[in-house]
């Protein structure tokens, strides 16, 4: 005899067969008609609920990845150098400053930003140096957010230094991508 079987939960899911009818605990029903067949039915409805549950997981994550755009408390941006720094590493330091100072008077004000030169051979600044885990002339880059405190050396300012409007718009689209919570 064949009876159609029909699941109000999963309404997808109901199919012909013909057996022996098995309720779960559940109420997934189902027509049994060997236990090899039983058993892919359960291991189907089981990859079904982990997929099910895999998709709303990865919907939550990409939401909260989106809020916490919003949750960026501070972005650090330190040209860390030594007492007698290189024509180099004291250009990149006066860049990125510049950058800084006209992008983001407003971040500035309000803290949202922070800027600073920091002679990393000072010991007055070893907090700071073993904060970043600076080893040498750096431009460092900090975002506290929601999560915690995330650092990274930008080293890409190095090969950008020898033309300045390039290291400007490419320093501008990373701090604006930290300000809005982006690490790409």
């Known amino acids: 005899m064949v009876e159609r079987l029909k699941n109000p939960y ?8 013909s ?25 189907n409805i089981l990859i079904s609920g982990i997929i099910c549950f895999g998709l709303l997981v990865s919907g939550a994550a990409a939401s909260e990845q989106n809020s916490t755009s919003s949750g960026v408390k501070q972005v ?43 002679n990393f051979q000072d010991p007055g600044n070893a907090d700071l140096v073993k904060k970043f885990e600076v080893t040498g002339s750096s431009l460092m880059i900090g975002v506290t957010d929601t999560t915690g405190f995330h650092k ?33």
């Open 10 to 17: 999963l309404p997808s899911f109901s199919a012909w067969y």
């Open 19 to 43: 057996g022996t009818v098995i309720i779960f605990p559940s109420g997934v029903s189902m027509i049994h008609t060997s236990s090899s067949t039983i058993i892919r039915r359960i291991a």
């Open 76 to 118: 650090e941006v330190y040209h860390f150098h030594p007492t007698n720094g290189c024509r180099t590493c004291t250009t990149i330091g006066d860049y990125a400053e510049e950058l800084v100072k006209t992008s983001y008077p407003a971040e500035l004000e309000n803290k949202k930003i922070v800027f600073d030169h920091i």
């Open 152 to 184: 990274e050396e930008n080293i890409k300012v190095w090969y950008k230094v020898g033309n300045k409007d390039e290291f400007m718009t490419y320093l501008k689209d990373l701090l604006d991508k930290r300000l809005a919570g982006s690490f790409e």
